[in-house]
């Protein structure tokens, strides 16, 4: 693996391990896949899809100030190069591209990105400028790394739904991937903030995933109403503070009163100082309803090791 700090270092090795790789067919030649870092096995499925995939595989690492509209959630956001570099190297990155901000963001730029209506709701109305940060560093490294595919979580509904429909708008030649959401083996969804929890808040944050699953299954069960569905998640769950529950529609993330289209059930809460994103995605096809709760691991996440 190839660890490398500026966009035309990582083009390069990017194209020199495309060549040792040999051949011209087959998969795509690199994929890409954009992270924070303090790595768990959210980003690995990612890592291992874009392998399977991809001849090479480009991963970012870059904790971007500018999503961030809290900026003591900056300071604290995990970070561990050297633990990122071995996790990285061991899933099978050719090129980790790990940026200083002067590379990311020139002091005389003055470009930006509004990512419109599909930003409006949930985390765009909850975290002011956070789309357009997410939309101006994801712009960047869609652009300037060279990159046919990146692959993104489902975890982050609304932030794929938005990078789906940028890439579209712009232009870009790259095909955006979207892949399940990974969760701990009690349920509780993968994020690097899940070490900020204490033990007491780790237990009470499980409602957020016991409220989305029986929400998935009253689905599974027939119920349509979005109303019903969002009722079903927080009903008699109290230990979390509901910031919103809220149907939404894949395409766009406009907010839906019946499901009745690829959509998806998307909550933010906090538990404490943290707080954390889930949902379950609705897939509708001549076969019915399809729910993708996610992965569960089977052991302990790496997140603790
Ligand atoms: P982050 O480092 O949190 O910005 O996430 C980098 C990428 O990993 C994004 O595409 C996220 O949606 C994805 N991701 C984060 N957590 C998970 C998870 N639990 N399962 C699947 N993908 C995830």
Same mark, same amino acid.
């Given at each position: 693996?190839?660890? *490398?700090?500026?966009?035309?270092?990582?083009?390069? &090795?990017?194209?020199?391990?495309?060549?040792?790789?040999? !051949?011209?067919?087959?998969?795509?030649?690199?994929?890409?896949?954009?992270? #924070?870092?303090?790595?768990?096995?959210?980003?690995?499925?990612?890592?291992?899809?874009?392998?399977?995939?991809?001849?090479?595989?480009?991963?970012?690492?870059?904790?971007?100030?500018?999503?961030?509209?809290?900026? %003591? @959630?900056?300071?604290?956001?995990? +970070?561990?190069?050297?633990?990122?570099?071995?996790?990285?190297?061991?899933? !099978?990155?050719?090129?980790?591209? &790990? $940026? $200083?901000?002067?590379?990311?963001?020139?002091?005389?730029?003055?470009?930006?990105?509004?990512? !419109? $209506?599909?930003?409006?709701?949930?985390?765009?109305?909850?975290?002011?400028?956070?789309?357009?940060?997410?939309?101006?560093?994801? &712009?960047?490294?869609?652009?300037?790394?060279?990159?046919?595919?990146?692959?993104?979580?489902?975890?982050?509904?609304?932030?794929?739904?938005?990078?789906?429909? #940028? &890439?579209?708008?712009?232009?870009?030649?790259?095909?955006?991937?979207?892949?399940?959401?990974?969760?701990?083996?009690?349920?509780?969804?993968? %994020?690097?903030?899940?070490?900020?929890?204490?033990?007491?808040?780790?237990?009470?944050?499980?409602?957020?995933? +016991?409220?989305?699953?029986?929400?998935?299954?009253?689905?599974?069960?027939?119920?349509?109403?979005? @109303?019903?569905?969002? +009722?079903?998640?927080?009903?008699?769950?109290?230990?979390?503070?509901?910031?919103?529950?809220?149907?939404?529609?894949?395409? @766009?993330?406009?907010?839906? @009163?019946?499901?009745?289209?690829? %959509?998806?059930?998307? *909550?933010?809460?906090?538990?404490?100082?943290?707080?954390?994103?889930?949902?379950?995605?609705?897939?509708?096809?001549?076969?019915?309803?399809?729910?993708?709760?996610?992965?569960?691991?089977?052991?302990?996440?790496?997140?603790?090791?």
């Amino acid at each position: 693996m190839r660890v *490398v700090s500026s966009f035309s270092e990582a083009r390069s &090795a990017a194209g020199e391990a495309y060549h040792r790789s040999g !051949g011209e067919e087959g998969p795509a030649p690199i994929g890409l896949v954009p992270t #924070m870092g303090f790595l768990h096995e959210g980003h690995l499925s990612l890592i291992s899809r874009a392998r399977r995939e991809c001849r090479v595989v480009t991963m970012s690492l870059y904790v971007n100030p500018r999503q961030f509209n809290v900026s %003591s @959630d900056f300071d604290r956001y995990p +970070r561990s190069f050297e633990r990122d570099c071995e996790l990285a190297a061991e899933a !099978g990155v050719d090129v980790l591209f &790990a $940026p $200083p901000t002067s590379e990311m963001y020139e002091s005389t730029e003055s470009t930006s990105i509004h990512p !419109g $209506p599909v930003t409006r709701t949930m985390e765009g109305a909850g975290r002011p400028g956070h789309f357009e940060g997410v939309a101006l560093v994801v &712009a960047k490294l869609l652009a300037g790394l060279g990159a046919q595919r990146a692959y993104f979580g489902r975890k982050d509904a609304q932030q794929l739904t938005m990078i789906r429909r #940028m &890439a579209r708008d712009l232009r870009f030649p790259i095909e955006i991937v979207g892949c399940p959401t990974i969760r701990e083996s009690d349920g509780l969804a993968l %994020s690097s903030r899940n070490i900020l929890m204490s033990a007491h808040e780790r237990e009470a944050a499980l409602e957020i995933s +016991r409220g989305l699953w029986a929400a998935a299954l009253a689905a599974e069960g027939g119920e349509r109403s979005a @109303d019903v569905l969002r +009722r079903v998640v927080t009903r008699d769950r109290s230990r979390v503070a509901w910031e919103y529950v809220e149907l939404a529609d894949q395409d @766009d993330a406009s907010m839906l @009163d019946v499901l009745d289209r690829p %959509s998806f059930l998307a *909550v933010a809460a906090s538990v404490g100082e943290v707080r954390l994103i889930d949902n379950v995605f609705f897939d509708t096809g001549s076969d019915g309803l399809a729910v993708d709760r996610g992965i569960v691991l089977e052991g302990p996440s790496l997140l603790y090791r």
